[in-house]
């Protein structure tokens, strides 16, 4: 589906098969669902292999599209694995598959150029530069970040063109998706792999705020669906891969109607949001209106609105066949036989056929079925998906009995469906030369103390003298570039400048900040999103990954070395027995201090207060359940001097990770101060390079249990 097509899909969940079922007898242009592993919704039913070939079946015969979620990081020893499932998936062919990892995704750019990839809104693309990207990799769609406006969308989709889908209705995470590691850090199961336990459900507390400040209510938009066609989105998706079918048939009977142009009952809207909702839901994303009306939980009357009178109401969405492709049906007579031709209309044909022998006796005396019945019979489709189009038959009839030709015309109907449901493999290739980076001289682990140092500030006045010692210093890209030129005289090591990680609707502003500096002479960049790094290879300059790329295996680093990386830090959620597996074209860092960052978010938690947002002039924090603090930064909190205007804000953990005394196989180490002053940063260099422990509580972060 290109975007200068008129159609408009609506894209709809399919946890299990019930919810299948629900979703294309309600009108779902196409599903998504998953297999029993690699999907970003372990806890769904999902499908094994022998339902989604019956699932891909029943969909394509109806005229819909199965989209299947590959959307999880990888491991190296989970590559192949998830190669061969995508072998089984070209055989059936699905019509896409969603990718988060970029070195699944160019593997099988490679293995299979004709499976159209879409990528994951898990790659968190919320800017033009990253869309533009995924573009001329050969990304066929984009699923967007959630926390973008109509105006941020319409932005994208006038820079490229690519397919967009844009969530309109369902679950809100707090985090942008692909960049939460809360749950991967409180408990070890990681929300990049499908396990996210949620956590952000549970009491966090700001001052002023509701004590749930890290919930948000459920999305939706669908009265104003017109709106997201308009800004330049082709598929309109609807969250709910583990909720029950009658929210799947809901949902989608409320899109088709309000995509076309129809009003929407206000009983359809209600008992969708009786079905499932928190707290009722918010467009402000989407409007542009963020801040506490988006705060929501899942109250005790959100539970018990879903009465069996409204799910039994809904349920009548989807009792049966929509009986909505229109078939062609001609009956004719050879010379030993009658035939009944069904067609529809693209291309798909089957031929019911008996002999005239037979018909001649069911017949009997009573000579020829008028050709006024036959067509009425004809037009009998009921419990299939077709409604009769044109009907041809001989004028003067033919000898057929009402049950014979109601028999000739099931045979038909029947056989045109299977046809439907059948079409050519895509072809996958068992495995290209060189995929992967070839086996390096591994690594021999080193002291992290003894690792060359880069340090990364999160603002020019937390920079200490004893950072003169590291290979490499991170600041932000608004510092001042006379502040640079100075520190780069006087003898500091190499400078590096940090893009932020989100700059929703700011990329105009960003794209002039590093054009000042590169003129200035900094012509490196470090990216924490496919967006920022999207742009500084546009721009010419030279890029460093960070933690928040997401690289967890060896196809990964190879794939960004291919584009222009020019260092990449390993993902925080693995462990230290898995990074010493890489093997890396290119020089591998690994986090040895600072605060995680455990979320990354557009509306900030501290602004679920009466007042709004605090305009916070030092890093605020939530309190959970425990009474342990949680910072909240954004770049005016921590004295960035000039921030961006379209920032996020970073929920960090309560305690720093410190892996001084540990070995790790890797190049570099990268050390992080975000809510230390100078000080204290002096301190902890000073105290890290002896080898001496921190002075308070600490975490070893996934560097020994890794994550699930």
């Not at 919320?126 to 990304?139: C, I, N, V």
């Not at 948000?216 to 969250?239: N, W």
């Not at 209106?289 to 609105?305: I, L």
Request: proline share 5%; glycine share 10%; net charge positive.
């Amino acid at each position: 589906m290109k975007r200068t097509d008129n159609t408009f899909e609506i894209l709809a969940p399919a946890g299990s098969w019930e919810a299948l079922e629900a979703a294309v007898y309600a009108g779902a242009n196409a599903v998504y669902l998953g297999g029993k592993a690699f999907g970003a919704r372990a806890g769904a039913k999902n499908f094994d292999r022998e339902e989604l070939a019956r699932a891909v079946g029943f969909c394509h015969g109806r005229g819909v599209g199965v989209h299947v979620t590959v959307n999880t990081l990888l491991k190296d020893g989970e590559l192949e694995e998830a190669l061969e499932f995508v072998d089984f998936l070209c055989t059936l062919p699905v019509d896409a598959v969603l990718v988060q990892d970029m070195g699944l995704f160019s593997l099988l750019r490679q293995r299979a150029p004709a499976l159209p990839l879409h990528a994951s809104t898990q790659m968190s693309i919320q800017a033009p530069a990253g869309a533009a990207l995924l573009e001329e990799l050969g990304a066929r769609r984009v699923v967007l970040a959630r926390e973008l406006s109509l105006e941020e969308i319409g932005e994208i989709a006038g820079c490229c063109q690519v397919e967009l889908e844009s969530f309109v209705h369902g679950a809100l995470c707090m985090c942008v998706s692909g960049q939460c590691y809360l749950s991967a850090m409180l408990g070890g199961r990681s929300g990049n792999r499908g396990q996210c336990a949620q956590p952000c459900r549970l009491p966090f507390g700001a001052k002023g705020g509701t004590g749930h400040d890290l919930s948000l209510k459920d999305l939706s938009f669908i009265t104003r669906i017109s709106q997201l066609r308009e800004a330049g989105v082709c598929s309109a998706k609807i969250e709910g891969r583990m909720k029950r079918p009658e929210y799947v048939a809901a949902a989608v009977a409320a899109c088709r109607m309000a995509a076309q142009g129809e009003p929407v009952p206000q009983d359809l809207l209600e008992n969708l949001g009786a079905v499932f909702s928190r707290s009722g839901f918010t467009d402000g994303y989407l409007t542009g209106r963020r801040g506490r009306g988006m705060f929501g939980t899942r109250r005790k009357e959100d539970v018990t609105a879903a009465t069996e009178k409204v799910l039994a109401g809904l349920h009548s969405l989807y009792r049966g066949e929509r009986r909505d492709i229109p078939v062609d049906l001609s009956l004719f007579s050879e010379e030993n036989e009658i035939r009944l031709q069904a067609r529809d209309g693209y291309g798909a044909c089957f031929t019911a056929a008996m002999a005239k022998g037979e018909a001649l006796q069911q017949a009997g005396e009573k000579g020829n079925l008028p050709a006024q019945r036959c067509a009425r019979q004809l037009e009998k489709t009921g419990g299939t998906p077709f409604c009769a189009g044109k009907i041809q038959v001989p004028p003067e009839g033919l000898p057929l009995s009402v049950a014979e030709l109601n028999a000739l015309r099931r045979q038909a109907l029947a056989g045109l469906l299977e046809r439907r449901s059948r079409r050519e493999p895509v072809k996958f290739c068992p495995q290209a030369e060189r995929e992967l980076p070839e086996k390096q001289e591994r690594r021999q682990p080193r002291q992290a103390k003894e690792l060359p140092l880069r340090a990364c500030f999160s603002s020019l006045t937390r920079l200490c003298p004893q950072a003169r010692d590291c290979k490499e210093i991170v600041l932000p890209v608004a510092t001042e570039p006379e502040k640079l030129r100075s520190l780069a005289e006087d003898g500091w090591p190499s400078l590096l400048l940090a893009l932020p990680r989100a700059f929703f609707g700011s990329q105009a502003w960003l794209e002039e900040q590093m054009k000042r500096q590169m003129e200035a002479g900094f012509q490196e960049f470090l990216c924490g999103s496919l967006d920022a790094f999207a742009l500084c290879r546009r721009l010419g300059g030279k890029a460093h990954g960070a933690f928040s790329l997401n690289i967890a295996n060896s196809a990964g680093l190879k794939a960004f070395q291919s584009l222009g990386l020019a260092t990449a830090e390993a993902s925080l959620e693995l462990s230290g027995r898995e990074l010493a597996a890489l093997s890396s074209p290119l020089p591998l860092g690994a986090m040895v201090y600072g605060r995680q960052a455990l979320m990354l978010t557009r509306n900030c938690p501290l602004a679920n207060s009466g007042r709004g947002c605090l305009n916070c002039r030092e890093p605020g924090a939530l309190t959970d359940r425990q009474g342990k603090c949680f910072p909240v930064i954004c770049g005016q909190a921590v004295g960035v001097e000039n921030p961006c205007p379209g920032e996020g804000k970073e929920l960090l953990n309560s305690v720093p990770l410190w892996l001084g005394d540990q070995k790790l196989a890797v190049d570099f180490g990268v050390m992080r101060f975000t809510v230390e002053n100078s000080v204290e940063s002096g301190e902890i260099l000073e105290g890290f390079r002896r080898g001496e422990r921190p002075k308070g509580a600490y975490t070893r972060g996934l560097f020994r249990r890794g994550v699930l």
